[in-house]
C-alpha cells in the first residue's frame, strides 16, 4: 500500500491518499478493511474511492458526492488497471464547495506521481 499523509490542508478540512493493487471485488473490500482498521482512517468524514478493475470499473463516493467519479476519471485516463485508490477527508468545519473536486483530483494526481517514481 502507497500512503501519502497530509496532502493537502485547507479551511481545517486534510486530505490523503491511498492506494494499491486489486484484482476483485474482495480485493477491494479487503484494501478498505486493511485501511480502516487504522483508528485515524476509520474515523475521517470521508473514505472516497474507485478502482479499475479488467471487468469494470468500481467506485464509491462514500457521501463526498462526485469524488469517486473525479478519481476514476483519472486512473482510466492513465490506463491504470487492477489499482485503487482512496482520497480520504477529515472534515475541518467549514464547507469547501467546488474546491473539494480540486483536492480530490490533486490527491490523485499526487499518487500517481509517487506511484510513477516507485516504478
Not at 500512503?3 to 491518499?17: H, P
Not at 484484482?23 to 484494501?31: E, G, L, S, T, V
Request: hydrophobic share 40%.
Amino acid at each position: 500500500m502507497l500512503q501519502l499523509m497530509n496532502v493537502i490542508k485547507d479551511r481545517g478540512s486534510r486530505y490523503a491518499v491511498s492506494g494499491g493493487p486489486v484484482q476483485n471485488k474482495d480485493d477491494i473490500a479487503a484494501f478498505l478493511k486493511a485501511l480502516k482498521s487504522n483508528k485515524k482512517f476509520s474515523k475521517a468524514t470521508h473514505n472516497s474511492w474507485a478502482a479499475c478493475l479488467s471487468d469494470g470499473p468500481q467506485r464509491n463516493d462514500d457521501g463526498e458526492a462526485g469524488a469517486a467519479a473525479a478519481i476514476l476519471r483519472m486512473l482510466e485516463r492513465e490506463g491504470l488497471t487492477d489499482h485503487i485508490v482512496v482520497v480520504t477527508r477529515w472534515y475541518g468545519g467549514t464547507h469547501l464547495g467546488g474546491d473539494r473536486f480540486r483536492h480530490v483530483t490533486g490527491c490523485t494526481r499526487a499518487y500517481l506521481d509517487a506511484l510513477a517514481k516507485d516504478d
